[in-house]
């Protein structure tokens, strides 16, 4: 192993270019020198006011400055919110290495393929307790538990001091399959010291421990013992932990499974050829094969814990999915809990698939599924192990920093030791100090459709007023040299008013423009800006007082 | 008492018009012969996918097809899914009757004045016990318990039986204020005979019993005394039995009270008029005057439980409210639970009330919130006094009145006697039957502005695409004698890309445009139609392949 030697005028930088302030795309940035290591690339799903956005990623600006430096970006498990942001980053970055758990590059694998970035890259498998070297910078992989198999932490040994980054855990004693959390490694890096950590912070808010996912597969067999008639489960398609215990639970009670839906395929298929999934034989059935059996004997396993629109579920809940449907008996599971914001898609789910005949398991109660992040007791074992000089609390919302450095405190960590920052924040450490330096641009990249930041604050702006009132335009032909309309006005309007019973309105607002063009032209002012602006001006205000709507007026002058 | 002759031909019918299959905008018909009344008429807000409505009210077109029968409008209590509907629907109805309890009366009151409407309607004051004849039909009310004071639910006499509306309700034994629920009036109908219950399935999903209210008094006497700083505190504005606990909880401390926000002076000063809130002297202080106290006797109640964006609590969060800002120690204590839906927003308020240095009590642990619903044990009960013969669960998502059927049916009613129906279905009771008869429009109307009804599904899918892609507007003039493009192609777009960015997409598009009209021209096909269909076609899958996008496409042809 190497020791940091501690030199008091050597400085190490951590940038966390997103994944503080919010749960999703996490990167935080090493940087020691000449020496830069990426911790994770990931991706958020956009807040509902991001209207037609698909997904956000973190502005990697203080990477390109420094492009060259470079070493790894290292990925500590294969969820969205830490490796989804690969496949925009990477044309950037040419060439980069990438190193994460078998597990985690086989999903990573699976990404680049479809966006046909494989060549770009060069992947490296790494394992927990392995040690690579960069420079002068170490680091050494700890594995942890999380709800998605092959999760490690990383330890980050600089010339200044020892950096621990967590990333997602929990501490789960009795985990389905894989190491539990490596205690051994991170009682020894605790003692022999730890400048920074940074970690978990996401059920900050929660009293208590986490329960083993293994309960779970105690809720599944009764359930799937118990239920008379065909069961129809959702998860999340990367807990191959609950995907395992659905197989147990199924050969236990004598059932067949049939995967449905693209992403749970995928990954049944990379797990089971990497080794995350073991199926009894004779249990794994396809869709087509589930009407020679009885009902009691299927599974239908598939994708839709959100509501998703355009999930499995949902389509099953709206009696559009193409190859099955609902019978009446059918039980549904679903063994996940909706993600803050997504609570009215799932209920609306719900309640279509009670209409259509099912029984809905879903309460909290019933046990089909437990958290992947550590409760406050199972952080405060972390800092306890770990010891930190300073804390920087990631993966959380605000209030789940706050909650964490509350914690910290209470087990004796200085409150100025902790930093609670937002994204883009550079923090510079020393052996001996550590303080906010400056901050870099963190505001996230929007992703819509193809385009990558073509979308801002200006197009998001003219969405927001398009979707509460729609549009109203009005065209007006002039001719240039006359100074006559020869054309007009004429008004079009969309997502505004049903026309059809708004012909008077239609009028009226003719008669507006129509005044306003009069007065103009009598006062020979003519110049677009002029009647754009007399025009937005007159009508705006007319469907204010007739509607109590603002449209987006868009005045369209054509000179012939 | 008038005792329901059952006669054996005789027929009721019963039809929510709002109110289940949904929480909100409830409005229930008990139709017999030439006698109709109507119980309760709220509003809803919009799902989010209703983009730009406000609100959402009952389709009345059944009420006005047999608006000469209509005896009375009989208000439950003053929550806005209770009365909300009231504005828009008095219009349609002119000169109805209006019948509700004091607090109720005083809040309707407030609205129509709003809306000055108040000489359009007679209000009449009901109290808890008494009895009012329409024609063939009684009615006598029940106080019940609810998170407004002044709750009742409605016993109907018919001729054909006795129908019992719980309306909202929980059974509180230790109630603030006022009486509990009125268990010996529901004994005792329930043993003369109950032939319909409709009754509160919001909590349905609940186990055991909700807490009383007074259990929030202690905790927030306990916060009260023990923060050190100045307190902030938001709750519902019609919350009354809430705001006398806060303004209690003050004194016990020595803390004044200041109210803030226009909603919650309105209620305050309602209540205060009405009797229904005590406030000790010298307790209430202007927000002018908490200058003049220190910050640990101060006490500031206002609004924004939901994260509104333009609400007090949401203006201090972001530093934007006119006349205060959050000094940091400030303790802002939020007693409420977010309305499903409304999660996002309120987490984002509390982060940034953190962000500013408060801290911040939300937590359910915490004890500043109990709901104003039944849990399960409570439903049953309130069903083991009523004992009806038929049940229709009300006030509840689809998988609310599930739950709900399925507790009564654990109760020994018969399956077939639950009525777990849509909005709009007209069912009919006699003394030995009941039966859906048929179903009645009863989609919601939307309220978008000025405008009741004129927004539907057209201007909401528009909307829709609008959101999503935006606009991308293309215009020509063309020469209709000469059969030449006078001017353009020009192009606008909106909440599309940022068009400075962009110049080479829009100059493409141009081209794509300008070989559209070639070939048109070339073949003579210059009808408007064919114009427009073959431009939308074109730019439409030129803008999706260079930007994976689906803006609205607008042609627009001058002809001169």
Same mark, same amino acid.
């Given at each position: 192993?190497?020791?940091?030697?501690?030199?008091?005028?050597?400085?190490?930088?951590?940038?966390?270019?997103?994944?503080?302030?919010?749960?999703?795309?996490?990167?935080?940035?090493?940087?020691?020198?000449?020496?830069?290591?990426?911790?994770?690339?990931?991706?958020?799903?956009?807040?509902?006011?991001?209207?037609?956005?698909?997904?956000?990623?973190?502005?990697?600006?203080?990477?390109?400055?420094?492009?060259?430096?470079?070493?790894?970006?290292?990925?500590?498990?294969?969820?969205?919110?830490?490796?989804?942001?690969?496949?925009?980053?990477?044309?950037?970055?040419?060439?980069?290495?990438?190193?994460?758990?078998?597990?985690?590059?086989?999903?990573?694998?699976?990404?680049?393929?479809?966006?046909?970035?494989?060549?770009?890259?060069?992947?490296?498998?790494?394992?927990?307790?392995?040690?690579?070297?960069?420079?002068?910078?170490?680091?050494?992989?700890?594995?942890?538990?999380?709800?998605?198999?092959?999760?490690?932490? +990383?330890?980050?040994?600089?010339?200044?001091?020892?950096?621990?980054?967590?990333?997602?855990?929990?501490?789960?004693?009795?985990? +389905?399959?894989?190491?539990?959390?490596?205690?051994?490694?991170?009682?020894?890096?605790?003692?022999?010291?730890?400048?920074?950590?940074?970690?978990?912070?996401?059920?900050?808010?929660?009293?208590?421990?986490?329960?083993?996912?293994?309960?779970?597969?105690?809720?599944?067999?009764?359930?799937?013992?118990?239920?008379?008639?065909?069961?129809?489960?959702?998860?999340?398609?990367?807990?191959?932990?609950?995907?395992?215990?659905?197989?147990?639970?199924?050969?236990?009670?004598?059932?067949?499974?049939?995967?449905?839906?693209?992403?749970?395929?995928?990954?049944?298929?990379?797990?089971?050829?990497?080794?995350?999934?073991?199926?009894?034989?004779?249990?794994?059935?396809?869709?087509?094969?589930?009407?020679?059996?009885?009902?009691?004997?299927?599974?239908?396993?598939?994708?839709?814990?959100?509501?998703?629109?355009?999930?499995?579920?949902?389509?099953?809940?709206?009696?559009?999915?193409?190859?099955?449907?609902?019978?009446?008996?059918?039980?549904?599971?679903?063994?996940?809990?909706?993600?803050?914001?997504?609570?009215?898609?799932?209920?609306?789910?719900?309640?279509?698939?009670?209409?259509?005949?099912?029984?809905?398991?879903?309460?909290?109660?019933?046990?089909?599924?437990?958290?992947?992040?550590?409760?406050?007791?199972?952080?405060?074992?972390?800092?306890?192990?770990?010891?930190?000089?300073?804390?920087?609390?990631?993966?959380?919302?605000?209030?789940?920093?706050?909650?964490?450095?509350?914690?910290?405190?209470?087990?004796?960590?200085?409150?100025?030791?902790?930093?609670?920052?937002?994204?883009?924040?550079?923090?510079?450490?020393?052996?001996?100090?550590?303080?906010?330096?400056?901050?870099?641009?963190?505001?996230?990249?929007?992703?819509?459709?193809?385009?990558?930041?073509?979308?801002?604050?200006?197009?998001?702006?003219?969405?927001?007023?398009?979707?509460?009132?729609?549009?109203?335009?009005?065209?007006?032909?002039?001719?240039?040299?006359?100074?006559?309309?020869?054309?007009?006005?004429?008004?079009?309007?969309?997502?505004?008013?049903?026309?059809?019973?708004?012909?008077?309105?239609?009028?009226?607002?003719?008669?507006?423009?129509?005044?306003?063009?009069?007065?103009?032209?009598?006062?020979?002012?003519?110049?677009?800006?002029?009647?754009?602006?007399?025009?937005?001006?007159?009508?705006?205000?007319?469907?204010?007082?007739?509607?109590?709507?603002?449209?987006?007026?868009?005045?369209?002058?054509?000179?012939?």
């Amino acid at each position: 192993m190497v020791k940091g030697k501690k030199k008091s005028k050597d400085k190490v930088n951590i940038v966390p270019l997103g994944g503080v302030g919010e749960i999703g795309k996490n990167m935080f940035v090493i940087h020691y020198k000449d020496e830069i290591l990426v911790l994770d690339a990931g991706l958020m799903f956009p807040e509902e006011e991001l209207l037609g956005v698909d997904m956000v990623i973190p502005d990697i600006s203080y990477l390109l400055e420094y492009k060259d430096k470079i070493k790894a970006i290292i990925l500590t498990h294969g969820h969205e919110d830490h490796i989804g942001a690969l496949p925009y980053i990477i044309p950037q970055l040419n060439g980069v290495s990438i190193f994460g758990t078998k597990l985690t590059l086989g999903l990573v694998e699976s990404k680049l393929e479809e966006f046909e970035l494989n060549s770009e890259v060069d992947l490296y498998e790494i394992r927990s307790g392995e040690e690579l070297r960069f420079g002068s910078l170490t680091t050494r992989f700890f594995s942890t538990n999380h709800s998605i198999p092959d999760s490690v932490g +990383v330890i980050i040994t600089t010339p200044v001091g020892n950096i621990v980054y967590t990333s997602d855990f929990k501490l789960d004693y009795t985990p +389905v399959q894989g190491d539990i959390t490596d205690f051994h490694t991170l009682a020894e890096i605790g003692k022999e010291g730890v400048l920074v950590a940074l970690s978990d912070s996401t059920n900050a808010e929660r009293p208590g421990y986490t329960s083993s996912e293994k309960k779970v597969g105690e809720s599944l067999k009764d359930i799937f013992y118990s239920v008379e008639g065909r069961i129809i489960i959702v998860t999340f398609a990367t807990n191959v932990h609950r995907i395992q215990q659905i197989f147990n639970a199924a050969s236990f009670s004598g059932r067949k499974v049939a995967v449905d839906g693209w992403n749970m395929l995928k990954v049944v298929r990379i797990a089971q050829d990497l080794g995350f999934l073991n199926i009894a034989p004779n249990t794994l059935i396809g869709l087509e094969e589930i009407k020679n059996y009885p009902l009691n004997e299927v599974v239908i396993l598939t994708t839709g814990t959100q509501g998703e629109p355009l999930s499995a579920l949902t389509r099953l809940a709206t009696a559009n999915h193409r190859k099955m449907q609902i019978i009446p008996g059918d039980t549904v599971v679903i063994a996940a809990t909706p993600i803050p914001g997504n609570e009215k898609l799932v209920a609306r789910t719900i309640d279509n698939l009670f209409r259509r005949g099912a029984n809905v398991i879903y309460e909290p109660i019933s046990g089909v599924h437990v958290s992947g992040h550590g409760s406050q007791e199972e952080l405060k074992l972390m800092l306890n192990l770990l010891r930190p000089e300073y804390l920087i609390p990631v993966h959380g919302e605000y209030r789940h920093l706050i909650h964490h450095a509350n914690l910290a405190e209470n087990l004796g960590i200085d409150r100025e030791n902790i930093f609670v920052v937002e994204n883009g924040t550079v923090m510079e450490f020393t052996p001996s100090s550590g303080r906010v330096l400056t901050s870099v641009p963190s505001d996230g990249v929007y992703v819509d459709g193809l385009g990558v930041g073509d979308v801002g604050s200006v197009v998001l702006r003219d969405r927001h007023v398009l979707a509460k009132d729609g549009i109203f335009i009005v065209i007006v032909t002039i001719n240039s040299s006359t100074k006559t309309i020869v054309s007009g006005p004429d008004i079009v309007s969309r997502g505004f008013v049903y026309v059809r019973e708004s012909e008077e309105l239609l009028v009226e607002a003719r008669e507006n423009v129509n005044r306003v063009l009069d007065k103009l032209i009598n006062k020979n002012m003519l110049e677009w800006s002029t009647i754009k602006a007399n025009i937005k001006d007159t009508i705006g205000k007319f469907l204010w007082d007739k509607t109590g709507r603002k449209p987006m007026i868009l005045p369209i002058i054509v000179e012939v």
